[in-house]
């Protein structure tokens, strides 16, 4: 059985620079800076999941957004079959009218599922195009050619395209719709659309709703406007608001995910615990050093305060830097809390293997001053 989604790229790696947002979205990067990474960071650290739920039509998750534009896609292509089914006269004949007919619908083989490429953007159009001239047409008291088919080939049966099955949403009724006929139920009904987008509407963009995302008042008030009095249901009606969620994200996260896992490879409870042990580390080095200096200890004595100023300096620069040396140089990079996955983006790699050297000289330097100057100064008993 096919998949209604368009296949995601296969990630190549990126050799020279950082990745951008879009190629993050669209899977074309390696971890640690790949979608799962970026869903993670924004689940576990910023507690906005619901706006790269919102924005994003790739990721894993099954999204409101992303399976709203894959109904519409069903929707179209269904109904585009079906006239070259019912009418085959249409796809022979050579008239005018019958181009005519078949241009409504568009050029939808270009993919089933949403995309951030050109090709599929043109395919958008056309479904955003067909399904406000179809809505149109359904209010109106006379129906174009091309409508008049529409309303034939919603009765014409329950079928599937090239041996696909629609999208099913949660929230789409499977019994109890009915059709401009007596026909038996169509896949996908207009009416599932509809539903379709007033469940965005009241989950995303509506003050108070379940997963509220804050946008500009003048963007939501023009999609409740667009759906709830011009009632349009086509996929462009979101796009104002998925583009002013993505500028925000690369604005704000995506920095933030750039430099905690571009540049770091800890979380910030890792972080916090090694604070916490390497001020206790420093504390008990510190108290052994003085005790050792003041009770006139031989140097061979006071050679033991190297293991906590070691483990201390070493763990606060850890939280200090957001970097643990010695997993870059393994190449591991912490996901969550004792969880961890290999670095295989090429650039990522190579800066955070730059960093950490840099990072373990300077810690190795302060260190051995730390070290040299509690073992070797003269003691005073007291």
Known sequence: MADMRTPSPTPVGIYNRFPNLNEVLNRQTLPPVDLYHFYIFMRDQKDSVDYLDFCDPNTWVRLDVSQHMALCRHYVRELRRSVLVETPELEKAGSKRSSQVLDRFGDLDNGAGPSNTGDDRIGDQHVSSFLRQDNGARHSPQSSMGSQQSAVVRGSGDRTINGERPPRPSFMSTTGHETD???????????????????????YLLPGSEREILLNNEIVADVTAAIEEEGRDDPEVFDAAKDYVYQAMERDAYQ???????????????????????????????????ACIFLDKPKHIRCWVILPFTIGVYLLSNHQYNIDPILAFLGISEITIFKWARVREPYVHKMLVRRAAMIFFWTVLAGVAIIVLFVFVPGKRL
């Open 181 to 203: 006929s007596s026909s038996p139920l169509h896949t996908v009904a207009r009416q599932d659309i509809r539903n379709s987008a007033e469940k965005i509407l009241y989950t």
């Open 256 to 290: 933030g995910f750039l430099f905690s896992k571009g540049l770091g490879n800890l979380v910030p409870a890792s972080q916090f615990i090694r604070l916490c042990v390497g001020l206790a580390a420093m504390f008990g080095g510190f108290w052994a050093a003085f």
